[in-house]
Nanobody, 128 residues
Framework: EVKLVESGGDSAQVGGSLRLSCVAS????????MGWFRQAPGKRREGVAL????????WIYDAGQGRATISQDNAQNTLYLEMDSLNTDDTGLYTC?????????????????????WGRGTQVTVSS
């Protein structure tokens, strides 16, 4: 069983940046593909970024293009999300997720139904 604990969420100004962390534990085979998702009030959860933990390949979804970076520190079992040039639409509960499925499908994995494990999330609030 995988446990995921996010941290780093806070208030930020428009134009600022964020850096979120997700500490993972559990079988590596249960977290082959990991991602960051977010959900704003009144909106559906959406994917932000994915990483193939086996080879380090990453994918960034539309809203994060040119602004978001997902990375991992294997030695610390930690997943990171960095995002620059924040705007108010970036406000939401950011959650990391893991699955035993491979990331080979790329953008097809930006769907929360494929993920087996979820953290509780960390809140990001962006204001002008």
């Amino acid at each position: 069983e995988v446990k995921l604990v996010e941290s780093g969420g806070d208030s930020a100004q428009v134009g600022g940046s964020l850096r979120l962390s997700c500490v993972a534990s559990g079988d590596e085979y249960d977290r082959r593909c990991m991602g960051w998702f977010r959900q704003a009030p009144g909106k559906r959860r959406e994917g932000v970024a994915l990483i193939d933990t086996d080879d380090g390949t990453t994918w960034i979804y539309d809203a994060g293009q040119g602004r978001a970076t997902i990375s991992q520190d294997n030695a610390q079992n930690t997943l990171y999300l960095e995002m620059d040039s924040l705007n108010t639409d970036d406000t939401g509960l950011y959650t990391c997720a893991a699955t035993s499925y491979f990331c080979g499908s790329g953008l097809g994995m930006f769907m929360d139904r494929f993920y087996d494990y979820w953290g509780r999330g960390t809140q990001v609030t962006v204001s002008s």
